[in-house]
């Protein structure tokens, strides 16, 4: 299924600068964050702590007016000044006049009706708190000290460097490894159908390396499929082409024309039944997203299968003989899995001598049905055990053109299992050849 594109938002280039930007975003947005944190908590705890020191000062400062006067005013003041280093304190009263030295400094408070005052001009900041009954203020100017450059430093190196091991971890553990799929992707696409990506990642990463390794496994073996299957149909097609081309001279020259068209008609089905075989095994091929799957009971199948076998059977002097039944349902393509019986029962047929016997026996579990078809023929090689299920194959004894099949029967049947998730396998049975089938059953077997 094509899953069409996503609009780019942005026209990014290398992922890593993407990375790279998302780490200086976040880091300017924690800083906002943070920023607006500090300034709450100041209003909220810091400015209040300071509001009540202020009050103190104020109620302290006019104690000592009331005990002393100026003097003592003065004194405290000056302890203020040695407690507070760089601020300077005046007590002033309701028109902004110093109370000790008699001077006008109304232009430190605040304008009317605010009875707090914090705020910064000409380099100084100033601070300047009103009494409840507002007879006096409590005014502190002084220069803010100014860190030097260097006490920050460290802070911004640790950011600085954090920063730096972030993007490298993000290089090393996303970057690097989506650029090393992209490549082998890459070499895939030229016709390195070897290429693999060696990956033992359990995250998003790894799995995205192992889906492209099954579907290079997969596309690498149905190409060399493809390439191999064109090779043996062309073979294979190649003697009865010949034939044919022999039977239209003769049938031109010999004054027998009948054998010579009879020789033609069973070139000519060889070649149909070659063409239908490949039909069929392209149609396999295409995957569960080419087939219809349906419900079927395994035991429907298997009576139409012996039906449509046991008249080639009686023709060739075997009978069939059956054990066991099946009573769960299949789930999948119906006609694959017939077929898939009935090429591997009519091959027992075609390899069994007369007045001999074909054996099915039928087994099933909660789980499987098992068929297993066995003839008394001459068996196969054992070192061709492992081949008689790959396209075109045949033993040496049945390159018959007139007997032999297509060489495609038992290949079909055994993609039609797999297809089903099922298994097939061939073993000789001394005398004879035992294959058995093995299919996922939808549910358990019911009862009669």
Request: net charge neutral; glycine share 8%.
């Amino acid at each position: 299924m094509y899953l069409p594109a996503r609009t780019k938002l942005w026209p990014m280039k290398s992922l890593y600068f993407g990375v790279a930007l998302a780490m200086v975003t976040t880091l300017s947005i924690s800083f906002v964050i943070f920023h607006s944190i500090s300034t709450r908590l100041q209003q909220r705890t810091i400015d209040p702590a300071f509001d009540r020191i202020d009050e103190l000062e104020l109620e302290s400062a006019r104690a000592a007016l009331t005990s002393g006067g100026p003097p003592a005013l003065k004194i405290y003041l000056a302890r203020l000044d040695q407690v507070f280093r760089g601020s300077s304190h005046y007590l002033l009263d309701s028109r902004g006049v110093d109370v000790v030295y008699g001077e006008n400094r109304a232009v430190l408070l605040p304008p009317p009706p605010r009875s707090r005052w914090r705020s910064r001009a000409n380099g100084h900041y100033i601070r300047a708190h009103r009494s409840s009954d507002g007879q006096y203020w409590i005014v502190a100017v002084g220069v803010p000290e100014q860190p030097h450059t260097w006490t920050y430093l460290p802070f911004y190196f640790l950011v600085i460097g954090a920063t730096v091991v972030l993007c490298w971890l993000a290089w090393a553990c996303v970057v690097s490894p989506i650029r090393r799929i992209a490549a082998s992707i890459a070499l895939f696409g030229e016709g390195h159908l070897s290429t693999r990506v060696q990956s033992q990642r359990q995250d998003e990463i790894g799995q995205l390396g192992r889906s492209f390794n099954r579907m290079a496994d997969q596309l690498q073996a149905l190409i060399t499929s493809q390439h191999r299957l064109l090779g043996d149909i062309s073979h294979e097609l190649r003697s009865p082409l010949a034939r044919l081309k022999f039977a239209i001279k003769l049938a031109r020259t010999s004054t027998d024309s009948k054998t010579a068209l009879n020789r033609i008609d069973r070139d000519v089905d060889r070649i149909a039944a070659l063409v239908g075989d490949i039909v069929e095994m392209n149609f396999i091929e295409c995957g569960p997203a080419g087939q219809e799957a349906e419900i079927a009971r395994a035991s429907d199948i298997m009576d139409e299968v012996i039906r449509d076998c046991t008249l080639e059977a009686e023709v060739r002097g075997c009978r069939i003989a059956v054990n066991g039944g099946l009573a769960g349902e299949v789930e999948g393509n119906r006609e694959l899995l017939r077929r898939a019986v009935e090429n591997v029962l009519r091959n027992g047929i075609r390899y069994s001598p007369q007045h001999s016997t074909i054996d099915i026996s039928i087994a099933e579990n909660a789980r499987t049905a098992a068929i297993v078809i066995r003839d008394f023929g001459p068996g196969v090689p054992e070192d061709a055990l492992t081949r008689i299920f790959d396209p075109f194959f045949r033993v040496e004894e049945a390159r018959d053109p007139t007997g032999g099949g297509s060489g495609l029967g038992l290949s079909i049947a055994k993609q039609a299992v797999q297809l089903h998730h099922g298994t097939i396998t061939a073993e000789n049975a001394s005398p004879g050849l035992r294959v058995q089938i093995t299919i996922p059953l939808r549910s358990p077997p019911t009862p009669n």
